[in-house]
């Protein structure tokens, strides 16, 4: 049986909430569905985990979204994938991990997100590593953490040129349906976890994203997203100072990048990232959007269960 025919159905998932749409998650006539604010908590009780390859990722490709699904009930996890340890602008290797390690932790703080999960692969090769460990890795946690939702980079995605990227990216969504298994890594059952397949995934991409079939209205969010990757402050700090550097090269500088280095983070992520998020809103007539191919629980035998049947 295919995985998604039985995993991704309202039997694997359970029937509750297995329709996607919403008041305020409507599809419109080219299939796109517009993800707006929903009103109280509705998802209370979900879990959602933000597997990133590197800290500022996951901040910069979808936290307004992550910020919104925080808001409205759900739990939310980091896990980082890699170590971090190219991504500074002066310090030396073992200082970059330990920045980026800091920073990770007090983005947690910072969002509202519960914890954070370190797998510590080394950065820029993680074409080199077991990608069946880091599958074993994944469906420990989600498993643990009982996830329900995911957030990560897009499998099906073309144009990326970062191993981490698209390792990271296979490895999680064969662990979304894998946890699910009842035979995959029995031990995980002899210690109390129990098979628990994620029930739907938001891919972002660097973008030309071959496929986007979901926007989010992240207005609402957007003092929450500048936040979170203002907490990547390692990392922001990083590409402020290599802007800045090339700038003076030409004899130039932006006054927006200077001041002190919260006011340079602040300016550049306006510029950078907020630019972005608001070309991206213009597309759909909304302020600041994101993004993302999202693969929403396979409703087949909705339809089916819903006229046959009858209690136990
Ligand atoms: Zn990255």
């Known amino acids: 049986m295919d995985r998604r025919d039985f995993f991704g159905s309202a039997l694997g998932a359970g029937l509750a909430g297995a329709s996607p749409l919403t008041a305020q998650n409507i599809a419109g006539p080219s299939g ?67 920045a980026n390690e800091r920073d990770a932790r007090a983005l947690v703080q910072a969002t509202g997100l519960k914890n954070v999960f370190d797998l510590g ?55 979304c349906w ?44 957007l003092d929450a997203k500048r936040v979170a990757i203002h907490a990547c402050r390692t990392m922001l700090t990083n590409m402020v100072k290599g802007v800045n550097a090339s700038l003076a090269a030409r004899k130039l500088k932006v006054p927006e990048f200077s001041g002190s280095d919260d006011q340079a983070i602040d300016g550049y992520i306006k510029a950078e990232f907020e630019r972005r998020d608001a070309e991206t809103g213009r597309k759909h007539g909304l302020a600041y959007a994101e993004e993302f191919h999202y693969i929403a629980p396979d409703p087949a035998l909705d339809e089916y269960i819903s006229r046959h049947a009858v209690p136990l």
């Open 32 to 98: 796109l569905t517009v993800e707006r604010a929903a009103e109280g908590t509705p998802h209370q009780g979900k879990v959602l985990a933000l597997v990133t390859p590197h800290l500022d990722d996951g901040p910069i490709f979808a936290f307004g979204t992550i910020a919104k699904l925080l808001r409205e009930g759900y739990t939310g996890y980091l896990i980082r994938a890699s170590n971090d340890e190219k991504d500074s602008y002066d310090l030396s290797a073992g200082e970059t991990v330990l």
């Open 121 to 175: 692969y080394r950065n820029h090769r993680m074409d080199d590593i077991s990608r069946i460990e880091m599958r074993a890795r994944l469906i420990f946690l989600f498993r643990l953490l009982k996830v329900d939702t995911i957030f990560s980079y897009d499998p099906w995605d073309h144009y990326e040129e970062n191993p981490d990227h698209y390792v990271t990216a296979q490895s999680v969504e064969a662990a």
């Open 178 to 221: 894998m946890a699910g298994g009842g035979k995959d890594f029995p031990e995980h059952f002899a210690a109390g976890l129990k098979p628990h397949a994620v029930r739907d995934k938001y891919y972002f991409a660097r973008g030309p994203q071959q496929l986007v079939n979901r926007v989010v209205d992240i207005g609402p969010t």
